[in-house]
């Protein structure tokens, strides 16, 4: 299935990931350029990684390569991995290949910032324009690839074009000024975060596990991303966590006021179904959170 995803750097100012939410399945988004230097970091990446991670937008990231050398490459690697730290990605480390006088060593630079990436842990890609992958980067189909060509479709013909980058020219709400589309054609989130609640789709909501009460949760009966966030309980006397949407349903736990709850954008009615800091799932009525 097709999901849409944006990249973005600070070249997109401040973002409303709010606003971009309903329109998008996911994004990547620029982390730095060059070496691990604290000025090359992108100077949104923080943020941008903080409000998709709010939000609950599966996202991955890319680093703009200047590396000539395998010990430029090292640092640009060493860039990522200190920026990346404290995220959980849903779709890989891209590695931006495109400026003028890197092209030669570049298939082996690659292979060399992939080993320490996915060494790290971390899945690793490739960016390039159709002329780069054609002319330059043959022997690179270890790594998924992310094909930048602004046209009708995509004419690469190599193995593992897992995303195209169709235009530069998006519009997209919540975004002052154009930014880059693209269509990914796998399932990211799945392969590399195997939850179910992270998928850029709407899924059919996976059953929660039993409380040690017995007591069985229902299923929310609907998705919207619009209601994924985290929210703060605003109840005095603490919110009841019960098993389904309705009063009569069992308390699963009782959330003191000021506590925080996550929604991936599950819903039954004015019941949101969310999960809780002590890890238990169930449903809030909507009255008593407030979206941060």
Request: glycine share 10%.
């Amino acid at each position: 299935m097709k999901r849409i995803l944006i990249d973005v750097s600070e070249h997109q100012g401040k973002i409303d990931w709010e606003k971009v939410m309903p329109h998008i399945d996911g994004a990547i988004l620029r982390c730095g350029y060059g070496s691990d230097y604290e000025y090359q970091d992108d100077v949104q990446f923080r943020r941008n990684a903080d409000e998709c991670t709010r939000l609950g937008i599966p996202f991955g990231v890319y680093l703009y390569s200047y590396a000539k050398t395998v010990d430029g490459i090292k640092s640009e690697a060493a860039h990522v991995l200190r920026l990346i730290k404290p995220y959980k990605l849903a779709y890989p480390v891209y590695l931006d290949l495109e400026e003028a006088g890197t092209e030669q060593g570049a298939v082996n630079r690659a292979g060399v910032f992939g080993d320490i990436v996915e060494g790290a842990g971390y899945w690793c890609g490739v960016y390039a324009n159709l002329n780069w992958w054609e002319n330059h980067l043959q022997g690179l189909e270890r790594f998924t690839k992310w094909v930048a060509q602004y046209y009708k479709e995509c004419e690469y013909t190599g193995a593992n074009l897992d995303i195209w980058q169709y235009t530069s020219k998006g519009r997209i709400g919540g975004i002052d000024g154009r930014v880059d589309m693209n269509e990914c054609y796998r399932d990211f989130p799945a392969e590399i975060l195997g939850e179910a609640a992270l998928e850029p789709v709407e899924p059919t909501p996976a059953e929660p596990e039993a409380e040690p009460s017995g007591n069985k949760v229902d299923y929310a009966d609907n998705f919207n991303k619009a209601k994924a966030g985290t929210y703060w309980v605003k109840a005095n006397g603490g919110l009841n966590l019960r098993a389904g949407a309705s009063m009569d349903k069992p308390i699963l736990e009782t959330l003191a006021d000021g506590s925080m709850v996550v929604c991936y954008g599950y819903y039954t009615g004015e019941w949101l179904y969310v999960k809780a800091t002590s890890g238990a799932v169930g449903f809030c009525h909507g009255d008593y959170l407030v979206k941060m």
